[in-house]
């Protein structure tokens, strides 16, 4: 096969650590190469330099058999690179034309717009993909599936030969993802040579070509997809045995810690009762617009139920507010972490101490030691990797930064601990850690609910399970059919995995 793009020894350090370590990669033209690592292994370092983002300290990078040691932007551009983030850079108030078309117009050179022009380019670029996309809505008014497409469909009208997606099905249903990889999969076949970044493994063994494993900043190796298994590149990328063990509950003592019942919120759920037990991890899961997210925010009091019970160890209780659901011993994981669970912008120490941050001020003045004391039982609890307490938790990995939420709420001293999607987006090992610590967790009382959209997250950790349809619950699954050999092929049959996108969803074939 033809190289198209050949990174030779490349090493980048900053503040004098090295994250990159003379590490060489080959992607050849029509190929699917997947990079798979650790958060922090060095992965998006790798495709900054590759892009012209970063300039490394040593070694050289051959784009279209052209020499490069001090590669930039434009560059990469113009030699048809394009990288597709996680947050897809697309301007919110432009439309979906606008956004396919602005970079093409702009290279033109061209003083005025014209509008045909824009609607023309951005058809020719959708029916490369074989999609049809309302191309006169605005961005912020299209689910995240249409952005995503509208991010490809924007780098192939700039010429794109080799296009790079970091992480392109975090946010997705099952149904989306599956149309996405057949959308990678119809790129190759036309030419292009696609860098996939990938934790989801069995998306990368779907799709990859060769699988380049970095760890701690070095390659480890570039592997075949038939000569290898997913047990083993788990091993690969972590460097140790990645194992899920399945969670028992041993509880004897059957007291409801919650008890919820019909509690119904018009447009979002509908007469929804279960219960949790000391110990419980009981988990919920269903298709996207089921109503999983809005039952969780109703617990925590930030979405009114319009009606329905709520018991508290046998206590009638009304939460209107997060504050009521923190006095009665309730945490909440939030789905989007980033958004919703973290001050992103302080300190690990101070993000562990918001949720208690009353109970260590005495007289209104905080006791500094106090906070210190608590950042650290949690970086050595959960393991967090992190320079120090004092560190700024943007600066982290996912995978540690959702330790981070999880351990401020575990100082609260939660009963339930209701959990949104909580290894989303992070790597193996740091989710096979948290996984670790839910066990824990539920082995010395504590009773979770845990939402998931991974039916191998539920098995791992759950011993009863809530499947949603359309804001109802449709089927509960005890601990005996979970233990079933076809316990995964009988939560797919139930949740209808064929179908994952809600009616209300706009068409994106």
Not at 17 to 35: A, F, M
Not at 71 to 92: K, P
Not at 171 to 189: G, P
Not at 419 to 431: A, C, E, R, Y
């Amino acid at each position: 096969m033809e190289p198209i793009l050949n990174v030779k020894n490349i090493t980048k350090a900053f503040s004098g650590v090295r994250v990159l370590k003379n590490v060489s990669l080959t992607v050849n033209r029509g190929e699917i190469h997947c990079l798979v690592g650790e958060n922090g292994c060095g992965k998006s370092t790798l495709v900054k330099c590759v892009s012209g983002v970063y300039t490394p300290d040593e070694g050289e990078i051959v784009l279209n058999g052209q020499r490069f040691t001090k590669l930039t932007t434009q560059q990469a551009i113009q030699n048809g690179v394009q990288v597709i983030y996680q947050d897809m850079s697309l301007f919110r108030h432009m439309s979906v034309a606008e956004n396919i078309a602005i970079e093409k117009i702009r290279a033109k050179g061209a003083r005025l717009i014209n509008w045909k022009d824009v609607a023309g380019i951005a058809a020719e670029q959708t029916r490369k993909i074989n999609v049809k996309i309302d191309l006169e809505k605005e961005i912020f008014e299209c689910p995240i599936a249409i952005r995503q497409l509208t991010a490809i469909c924007r780098a192939l009208a700039h010429d794109a030969k080799i296009l790079v997606m970091d992480e392109p099905t975090t946010a997705l249903t099952k149904n989306e993802v599956s149309q996405l990889l057949t959308i990678v999969q119809e790129l190759k076949s036309q030419g292009m040579s696609i860098i996939f970044i990938s934790h989801k493994l069995d998306e990368v063994f779907s799709v990859a070509d060769v699988i380049t494993v970095i760890r701690n900043g070095e390659k480890i190796g570039d592997y075949n997809r038939a000569e290898i298994n997913e047990k083993r590149l788990s091993e690969l990328m972590t460097g140790r045995e990645i194992d899920y063990p399945r969670y028992r509950r041993d509880f004897t003592e059957n007291t409801p810690l919650l008890e919820v019942k019909g509690l119904s919120r018009k447009g979002h759920f509908n007469d929804i009762s279960f219960t949790l037990r000391k110990g419980d991890i009981v988990g919920m899961i269903g298709l996207l617009g089921s109503g999983r997210s809005e039952i969780a925010m109703s617990l925590f009091g930030l979405n009114p139920i319009d009606s329905g019970e709520i018991f508290v160890s046998g206590e009638k209780v009304s939460i209107a507010a997060p504050q009521d659901a923190k006095r009665r011993g309730i945490a909440l994981l939030p789905e989007d972490r980033f958004r919703e669970g973290l001050f992103t912008d302080l300190k690990i120490k101070e993000n562990v101490s918001s949720t208690v941050i009353d109970e260590i001020s005495p007289r209104g003045c905080l006791d500094f030691s106090e906070e210190d004391r608590l950042a650290e039982k949690c970086i050595e609890t959960f393991k967090v990797r992190a320079p120090s307490r004092e560190t700024v938790v943007r600066s982290l990995s996912g995978g540690n930064q959702q330790k981070i939420v999880i351990g401020k709420w575990v100082e609260t001293k939660p009963n339930i601990f209701i959990m949104d999607s909580p290894t989303v987006g992070i790597d193996i090992g740091s989710k096979a850690e948290i996984y670790e610590q839910i066990h824990n967790f539920a082995k010395n009382g504590m009773a979770f609910l845990l939402i998931s959209d991974e039916v191998e997250e539920i098995l791992a950790n759950c011993n009863r399970v809530l499947i949603l349809e359309k804001g109802r619950i449709k089927t509960i699954l005890e601990a005996q059919d979970l233990r079933q050999p076809d316990a995964k092929k009988l939560i797919l049959e139930e949740i209808g995995s064929r179908d994952l996108q809600p009616d209300t969803e706009p068409s994106t074939k």
